[in-house]
């Protein structure tokens, strides 16, 4: 647990002194999402509509953004060595990686999503829906995330690969964000989409660091 | 070179003898199940002779889900017991299984402009497939993405693990996506229940395509062995 | 008993075997300076007996049981230094090292290291300021860090500890070594010759890397 809140510390200290860095993925989500008005037009009945569906799409993209970056610099620097020969975990590792990314990604995901809502013209009914899978939902994107990092560390071309590794992982979780916040505007139940993430959330949380530790492992190697 | 290569000159031996046997099984397997298919089956009362595109449609989507099960098999035997095999076997069987799933997005996409009007319907199946199109791709781009293959084998390996437990979540999510979505135009016809006469070229179609893979697998993995050699080979020769 | 010892070691990278047969043995208080030409496999060699990389072949034992047979244990007696420094370019020296020492339960009062390789006055300034040098020294104060610790490393692997240091900080380096040798640890140390190996050369043997070329 000390070595978990140690790791957790030093990220968010290291993404606090690289300033506005951290801010680039929260920039590029709202900027993302105003393209697609540009695209489809500002028709007042279209954008509700797809509102949702768009948020949740671009909150992933946003959150693959920063993930390239979360072992890369200690993989370079032989900081991963020592890591590993530290009393701490490769496991705990993985969660404190992906529990500072969530804390410097998700969390600002989710507090910019309301104004994206605002901007779509969303029914007030959907916003706290709309925050609620985002708080549910950002999480597992970090978790699996994580793996995806693991995976391609020192891979030529991380970036694009890197997409293709998550992004289909990640459609569970887009279609049962975007569902529930359809639902909710429709006036139906939203509680087994949340349920469902939640599990999502669990189960990600279970094995995630596991499968990164593994994939760590080889990375060392 | 160790260990390395006592087993694999092993595996050598063995797939050159069985290869003729299969190679041939599979000729004998297709030039049945395409006579079946196309002179024996009768037309479908709806569809005519349109369903005919089932003996290829079915069978490579069998093969698609099977060849990725394959595949985390393999790679769960070479983190587990690190049998120098299986990833070759793995490395081996992605891109044909990636082949597998395009023929079943091909021919899903042929069969339904005449049956629902159109090329593409985000039918849960199709877009299933279509998922797991990726998946083999996200595989078979990890595998190459390093400049030491036995890097690129161990995290292909561990994505595989990680897509097997995956897509049963992403099977169940396109599930309860489609029937949400359902579009109210386009009736969904439920695939024709099976006539017996359908039944006998359709396995005959399954038994060629699996044939058809050990096939492509054991020539791949001797391919792949062949040129581990010969760098082996240059190598020694540079020092 | 014998500290290290390793018996039949072989090591694969990649498709390339690159070193074979390798037998190793290390008394406490002793050190080994390994040399051989690049790609002989020095630093390969580090990484197995850190821990890093697994042998392809072979035993290590450590006073006489393998440490296979307890990872966690093995990790806990080693001091690792690799050629890159494990350093944070935004954190200061000093902020760099709380956090190893930490991590690793060594004394979090970084000033005596910081001092024994005469960085005190670099302790607040962010690493991304200091030149290469600089950066090695502050790598290197992780040893410190160890040695003024209970129960610090007993096993110290350095690979090239003393590239881009200058002759001051380089007789440093070796007092902190030989420091560590006369408290019973063991040091394994590969060089490309120089002042370092002269000044450890009482305490040293030297180990040629050429000799188990695969």
Same mark, same amino acid.
């Given at each position: 647990?000390?070595?978990?809140?140690?790791?957790?510390?030093?990220?968010?200290?290291?993404?606090?002194?690289?300033?506005?860095?951290?801010?680039?993925?929260?920039?590029?989500?709202?900027?993302?999402?105003?393209?697609?008005?540009?695209? %489809?037009?500002?028709?007042?009945?279209?954008?509700?509509?797809?509102?949702?569906?768009?948020?949740?799409? %671009?909150?992933?993209?946003?959150?693959?953004?920063?993930?390239?970056?979360?072992?890369?610099?200690?993989?370079?620097?032989?900081?991963?060595?020592?890591?590993?020969?530290?009393? %701490?975990?490769?496991?705990?590792?993985?969660?404190?990686?992906?529990?500072?990314?969530?804390?410097?990604?998700?969390?600002?995901?989710?507090?910019?999503?309301? %104004?994206?809502?605002?901007?779509?013209?969303?029914?007030?009914?959907?916003?706290?829906?709309?925050?609620?899978?985002?708080?549910?939902?950002?999480?597992?994107?970090?978790?699996?995330?994580?793996?995806?990092?693991?995976?391609?560390?020192?891979?030529?071309?991380?970036?694009?690969?890197?997409?293709?590794?998550?992004?289909?992982?990640?459609?569970?979780?887009?279609?049962?964000?975007?569902?529930?916040?359809?639902?909710?505007?429709?006036?139906?139940?939203?509680?087994?989409?949340?349920?469902?993430?939640?599990?999502?959330?669990?189960?990600?949380?279970?094995?995630?660091?596991?499968?990164?530790?593994?994939?760590?492992?080889?990375?060392?190697? | 070179?160790?260990?390395?290569?006592?087993?694999?000159?092993?595996?050598?031996?063995?797939?050159?003898?069985?290869?003729?046997?299969?190679?041939?099984?599979?000729?004998?397997?297709?030039?049945?199940?395409?006579?079946?298919?196309?002179?024996?089956?009768?037309?479908?009362?709806?569809?005519?002779?349109?369903?005919?595109?089932?003996?290829? &449609?079915?069978?490579?989507?069998?093969?698609?889900?099977?060849?990725?099960?394959?595949?985390?098999?393999?790679?769960?035997?070479?983190?587990?017991?690190?049998?120098?095999?299986?990833?070759?076997?793995?490395?081996?069987?992605?891109?044909?299984?990636?082949?597998?799933?395009?023929?079943?997005?091909?021919?899903?996409?042929?069969?339904?402009?005449?049956?629902?009007?159109?090329?593409?319907?985000?039918?849960?199946?199709?877009?299933?497939?279509?998922?797991?199109?990726?998946?083999?791709?996200? &595989?078979?781009?990890?595998? &190459?993405?390093?400049?030491?293959?036995?890097?690129?084998?161990?995290?292909?390996?561990?994505?595989?693990?990680?897509?097997?437990?995956?897509?049963?979540?992403?099977?169940?999510?396109?599930?309860?996506?489609?029937?949400? &979505?359902?579009?109210?135009?386009?009736?969904?016809?439920?695939?024709?229940?099976?006539?017996?006469?359908?039944?006998?070229?359709?396995?005959?179609?399954?038994?060629?395509?699996?044939?058809?893979?050990?096939?492509?697998?054991?020539?791949?993995?001797?391919?792949?062995?062949?040129?581990?050699?010969?760098?082996?080979?240059?190598?020694?020769?540079?020092? | 008993?014998?500290?290290?010892?390793?018996?039949? @070691?072989?090591?694969?990278?990649?498709?390339?075997?690159?070193?074979?047969?390798?037998?190793?043995?290390?008394?406490?208080?002793?050190?080994?300076?390994?040399?051989?030409?690049?790609?002989?496999?020095?630093? =390969?060699?580090?990484?197995? @007996?850190?821990?890093?990389?697994?042998?392809?072949?072979?035993?290590?034992?450590?006073?006489?049981?393998?440490?296979?047979?307890?990872?966690?244990?093995?990790?806990?007696?080693?001091?690792?230094?690799?050629?890159?420094?494990?350093?944070?370019?935004?954190?200061?020296?000093?902020?760099?090292?709380?956090?190893?020492?930490?991590?690793?339960?060594?004394?979090?009062?970084? /000033?005596?290291?910081?001092?024994?390789?005469?960085?005190?006055?670099?302790?607040?300034?962010?690493?991304?300021?200091? =030149?290469?040098?600089?950066?090695?020294?502050?790598?290197?104060?992780? @040893?410190?860090?160890?040695?003024?610790?209970?129960?610090?490393?007993?096993?110290?692997?350095?690979? /090239?500890?003393?590239?881009? @240091?200058?002759?001051?900080?380089?007789?440093?380096?070796?007092?902190?070594?030989?420091?560590?040798?006369?408290?019973?640890?063991?040091?394994?140390?590969?060089?490309?010759?120089?002042?370092?190996?002269?000044?450890?050369?009482?305490?040293?043997?030297?180990?040629?890397?050429?000799?188990? /070329?695969?």
């Amino acid at each position: 647990m000390i070595g978990l809140t140690l790791l957790v510390r030093r990220e968010l200290r290291l993404a606090f002194r690289g300033g506005t860095d951290a801010m680039m993925g929260v920039i590029f989500f709202v900027l993302a999402a105003i393209l697609f008005p540009f695209g %489809v037009g500002p028709d007042a009945a279209i954008l509700p509509r797809i509102g949702g569906g768009i948020i949740w799409v %671009v909150a992933l993209l946003a959150a693959l953004l920063s993930l390239e970056r979360m072992f890369a610099a200690d993989h370079e620097d032989g900081s991963l060595d020592l890591l590993y020969l530290s009393p %701490v975990s490769l496991g705990q590792l993985a969660l404190a990686k992906a529990i500072a990314h969530w804390l410097t990604s998700g969390v600002l995901l989710l507090i910019a999503s309301p %104004v994206l809502a605002l901007l779509y013209n969303l029914p007030s009914s959907a916003f706290l829906p709309l925050v609620a899978t985002m708080a549910l939902g950002t999480p597992t994107l970090s978790l699996v995330g994580a793996i995806g990092a693991a995976l391609t560390l020192g891979a030529r071309r991380g970036g694009v690969l890197l997409a293709l590794l998550l992004l289909p992982l990640y459609i569970p979780v887009l279609i049962f964000g975007a569902g529930a916040i359809d639902g909710a505007i429709a006036g139906r139940d939203i509680a087994p989409q949340l349920m469902i993430l939640g599990g999502f959330l669990l189960a990600a949380l279970a094995l995630a660091p596991w499968a990164t530790a593994a994939a760590l492992r080889q990375a060392i190697e | 070179m160790l260990h390395r290569f006592a087993n694999p000159a092993r595996f050598s031996r063995i797939a050159a003898r069985v290869l003729p046997w299969s190679a041939t099984l599979t000729g004998l397997l297709f030039v049945a199940g395409i006579y079946f298919a196309l002179f024996v089956s009768p037309a479908d009362y709806q569809q005519g002779d349109t369903v005919r595109i089932m003996y290829v &449609h079915v069978p490579s989507a069998w093969m698609a889900m099977a060849c990725y099960t394959f595949i985390a098999v393999m790679s769960a035997t070479s983190l587990i017991w690190k049998h120098p095999l299986a990833d070759i076997a793995a490395r081996a069987a992605a891109p044909l299984g990636a082949g597998f799933t395009i023929i079943v997005l091909t021919t899903g996409s042929l069969w339904g402009k005449p049956t629902w009007g159109t090329w593409w319907v985000w039918d849960a199946r199709l877009t299933s497939v279509l998922v797991l199109f990726f998946l083999y791709l996200g &595989h078979i781009a990890l595998t &190459h993405a390093f400049d030491n293959p036995q890097r690129g084998a161990k995290a292909a390996a561990v994505l595989a693990l990680v897509g097997f437990v995956n897509i049963p979540i992403i099977k169940f999510s396109v599930d309860w996506w489609n029937t949400l &979505h359902q579009p109210a135009s386009l009736t969904r016809l439920d695939r024709p229940a099976i006539d017996p006469a359908m039944l006998t070229p359709l396995l005959l179609m399954g038994l060629a395509f699996m044939a058809y893979f050990v096939t492509m697998l054991l020539i791949r993995m001797r391919a792949d062995l062949n040129a581990a050699r010969a760098r082996a080979l240059q190598l020694s020769a540079a020092e | 008993m014998q500290g290290l010892t390793t018996h039949k @070691l072989g090591c694969i990278r990649g498709e390339r075997a690159v070193f074979a047969g390798l037998d190793l043995a290390l008394n406490p208080g002793r050190a080994v300076l390994l040399s051989g030409p690049n790609g002989s496999g020095k630093s =390969s060699l580090l990484r197995v @007996l850190a821990g890093l990389l697994p042998p392809a072949a072979g035993r290590i034992d450590w006073e006489g049981t393998d440490i296979a047979e307890d990872r966690d244990g093995h990790r806990a007696r080693i001091a690792y230094i690799g050629h890159a420094d494990p350093l944070k370019p935004a954190l200061t020296a000093a902020e760099n090292l709380t956090f190893w020492a930490r991590l690793y339960g060594f004394d979090p009062d970084v /000033e005596p290291a910081l001092f024994q390789f005469s960085i005190e006055a670099l302790a607040d300034v962010p690493v991304r300021y200091l =030149s290469a040098g600089q950066r090695r020294r502050v790598t290197l104060a992780r @040893l410190a860090l160890g040695q003024n610790s209970e129960a610090g490393p007993a096993l110290w692997l350095l690979d /090239e500890p003393a590239t881009g @240091l200058d002759p001051g900080a380089v007789s440093m380096l070796a007092n902190t070594i030989l420091a560590h040798l006369s408290n019973e640890g063991v040091a394994i140390i590969s060089t490309h010759g120089g002042l370092l190996d002269a000044l450890l050369e009482d305490s040293a043997e030297r180990f040629d890397m050429r000799e188990f /070329e695969a």
